[in-house]
Antibody, heavy 121, light 110 residues
């Protein structure tokens, strides 16, 4: 079955970096856009970034643009999120998600369970 | 910056029908926004109910349906059950690769 498993979360000091990974299985990874979505404690869902099926296009929310980088390795069925210059407001559970449509990046569809990132001194 | 709007809270009686909406602070929602709907229980990952306006995700009961009503996307729950009590989120594709979530609706069944 389709499965997404995130890893890499933890506690990090403000201004430092962290890299999240998402291992995908059960579908043709190279045919789908992939998203990162986060949820701060007690808050709603916030879309973070998307990468196209072939990795050629990447788009970001204004809140993370210039600090976060999304990437993928289709040979390893892996999605990544490099997070630099972390701030307290980046504290959240980060979910990776497969898109709903092949070769598109229009809406998250299949979700991982998420990994918690806590930015604190 | 366009904001995606949802009712903060809604209440429905068991067996009743409720329609949650997903709008824009400026403009109308259409199918080209690929509206999707998610249900999220506390401490759980979101579950996709509806995508591309009205396509039901596998395993989702047919009492959940999606549509465009007027200038908004809508999620209708027919015959509400106690375990429908949850948070519901919509997301819209704004074009140029950008997606935006609504603030979510807390649905109470009582």
């Amino acid at each position: 079955q389709v499965q997404l498993v995130e890893s890499g979360g933890g506690v990090v000091q403000p201004g430092r970096s962290l890299r999240l990974s998402c291992a995908a299985s059960g579908f043709t990874f190279s045919s789908y856009g992939m998203h990162w979505v986060r949820q701060a404690p007690g808050k709603g869902l916030e879309w973070v970034a998307v990468v196209s099926y072939d990795g050629s296009k990447k788009y970001y929310a204004d809140s993370v643009k210039g600090r976060f980088t999304i990437s993928r390795d289709n040979s390893k069925n892996t999605l990544s999120l490099q997070m630099n210059s972390l701030r307290a407001e980046d504290t959240a559970v980060y979910h990776c998600a497969r898109d709903s449509l092949m070769f598109r990046g229009v809406s998250p569809f299949v979700w991982g369970q998420g990994t918690l990132v806590t930015v604190s001194s | 910056q366009t904001v995606v709007t949802q009712e903060p809270s809604f209440s429905v009686s068991p067996g009743g029908t409720v329609t949650l909406t997903c709008g824009l602070s400026s403009g109308s929602v259409s199918a080209s926004y690929f509206p999707s709907w998610y249900q999220q229980a506390p401490g759980q990952a979101p579950r996709t109910l509806i995508y591309s306006t009205n396509t039901r995700s596998s395993g989702v009961p047919d009492r959940f349906s999606g549509s465009i009503l007027g200038n908004k996307a809508a999620l209708t729950i027919t015959g509400a059950q106690a375990d429908d009590e949850s948070d519901y989120y919509c997301v819209l594709y704004m074009g140029s690769g950008i997606c935006v979530f609504g603030g979510g609706t807390k649905l109470t069944v009582l």
